[in-house]
Nanobody, 120 residues
Framework: QVQLVESGGGLVQSGGSLRLSCAGS????????MGWYRQAPGKQRELVAS???????NYVDSVKGRFTVSRDNVKKTVYLQMNNLRPEDTAIYYC??????????????WGQGTQVIVSS
């Protein structure tokens, strides 16, 4: 059973930093993409940052220059270093991974979410 478990969320002051971690388990195949989405109340879930297995990254414009996504393919873990946090970053952050199991089709996997609250 593939599971993604996030950690590192919490309450932080504006301008502060947090580092989110997401550890995958039960994954015996390559994850083509790992990254982070976020969702604020009343808003759609949006991609924050992601990284492919080749190292290509993608960021939503609002976090460019402030957030950095990284991954450890051996540990099946993805990280999100969040610097210079703003109140607009307040959301539930969800770990995401996508990959193709042997003899299967491409699948999306999601963590349970971790709350990030940035106070002004």
């Amino acid at each position: 059973q593939v599971q993604l478990v996030e950690s590192g969320g919490g309450l932080v002051q504006s301008g502060g930093s947090l580092r989110l971690s997401c550890a995958g388990s039960g994954i015996i195949f390559n994850l083509d993409v790992m990254g982070w989405y976020r969702q604020a109340p009343g808003k759609q879930r949006e991609l924050v940052a992601s990284m492919t297995s080749d190292g290509d990254t993608n960021y939503v414009d609002s976090v460019k220059g402030r957030f950095t996504v990284s991954r450890d393919n051996v540990k099946k873990t993805v990280y999100l270093q969040m610097n210079n946090l703003r109140p607009e970053d307040t959301a539930i952050y969800y770990c995401h991974a996508g990959g193709t199991p042997p003899f299967g089709n491409y699948r999306d996997y999601w963590g349970q979410g971790t709350q990030v609250i940035v106070s002004s």
